[in-house]
């Protein structure tokens, strides 16, 4: 692991959207117990589904550009120099959605727990972490009929 990168001139890695989003651009900036990476959203690219997470908290910096924060179902206008932070077992879920025609930069980061649970409430997915790993599972709410 590199302790020391430059975000200016260190190459960020193309990423293919796996969540929902479309592929990315990011610059990894992790260490072993905090996540950290710049990410880079193209015109009309979102960078996930609505999710929200039980054990980790998880922070926004916008860097360049404008963003739409989708928040449990309302909007914010985002700008460059905006915060924005989602508390651990909060069950609200957001995401951003680069809503101008110029490239959204952003700083992500947050906790790095092994027993947090992300729910993607729209898509009915969940994504367990351990400290074995990551299991993804689809779920079916439950009708008023079943107990």
């Known amino acids: 692991m590199e302790r020391i990168k430059n975000i200016h001139t260190s190459p960020y890695q193309q990423q293919a959207g796996s969540r929902g989003e479309e592929d990315f651009a990011a610059l990894d900036l992790s260490g072993e117990h905090l996540g950290v990476r710049i990410e880079e959203l193209p015109p009309g690219a979102t960078s996930s589904y609505p999710?929200?997470?039980?054990?980790?908290?998880e922070h926004v910096l916008v860097l360049a550009g404008n963003a739409?924060?989708?928040?449990?179902?309302?909007?914010?206008?985002?700008?460059?120099?905006?915060?924005?932070?989602?508390?651990?077992?909060?069950?609200?879920?957001?995401?951003?959605?680069?809503?101008?025609q110029q490239?959204?930069?952003?700083?992500?980061?947050?906790?790095?727990?092994?027993?947090?649970?992300?729910?993607?409430?729209?898509?009915?997915?969940?994504?367990?972490?351990?400290?074995?790993?990551?299991?993804?599972?689809?779920?079916?709410?439950?009708?008023?009929?079943e107990s």
């Open 103 to 145: 490239p959204l930069k952003f700083l992500v980061f947050g906790e790095r727990k092994a027993d947090d649970v992300v729910f993607y409430p729209q898509g009915q997915v969940v994504l367990v972490k351990s400290g074995r790993g990551m299991r993804q599972f689809t779920y079916r709410p439950r009708t008023p009929d």
């Open 51 to 57: 999710h929200y997470h039980t054990a980790e908290e």
């Open 68 to 100: 739409t924060l989708h928040l449990d179902g309302r909007t914010e206008q985002l700008q460059p120099g905006d915060h924005v932070w989602f508390a651990a077992g909060e069950e609200v879920a957001h995401y951003l959605e680069n809503t101008s």
